[in-house]
């Protein structure tokens, strides 16, 4: 029994690794601490590698995208405050922004799909377009400080559990339950704000 399990922490550290610090990066995005991004950012890294083991292409280049947003996030949360405040202020979501992240989500859904039938040998290409556009949303949300995005977190953290069930990756099947918990306590930390 230790052989099996110690093959597969060999045979998993990347996965492993990346889902340590993805439980730092929640930890600090909840606290709205300013190492959420260069934790975020190790962690997109080893998840790239995660992902295009596992055929999750759309998921890949989220970890791109994330650590593209971790450079840009960072910058903003610490350029981007009011001279007057310590900061980055916590805002609602308006409901013309809503509508054109609905626009953005399904047009980037579109784009994903079409991308991973025809060009990938993705056996889910609904699911991975799906989580893919709302989390490209999600986190351009983040950086920006808007509330609303823990909800949109909720939902695809949630979902991600099945996909990553489906394709057998058991430590971050963990991380998103643990990510679906801490996004619940995320939006009620940050809503205090």
Known sequence: MTNIIVEWL????????????????????????ILTWPTGLLTSLLYVIVFYNSK??????????????????????VKGKKQNEKKVAVKS?????????????????????????????????HMDSMTTALSLVATWMLARK???????????????VGLYLYKGLWATVFLFIVYT????????EWKKD
């Open 93 to 125: 979501t308006r409901k013309i922004l809503w509508i054109k992240l609905l626009v953005v989500s399904i047009i980037l859904y579109a784009i994903l799909y079409y991308v991973l039938c025809k060009y990938t040998n993705s056996d889910v290409p």
């Open 146 to 160: 808007y509330l609303e995005h823990w909800l949109i977190w909720i939902f695809v953290d949630a979902f991600s």
């Open 181 to 188: 918990v801490m996004a619940v306590l995320g939006y009620l």
């Open 56 to 77: 999750l292409y759309a998921d890949m280049g989220l970890q791109a995208y994330y650590v593209v947003i971790s450079i840009y996030g960072w910058y903003f949360w």
């Open 10 to 33: 060999l045979d998993n550290k990347i996965e492993l690794l990346g889902a340590i610090l993805g439980l730092s990066y929640i930890y600090f995005s909840i606290k709205q601490h």
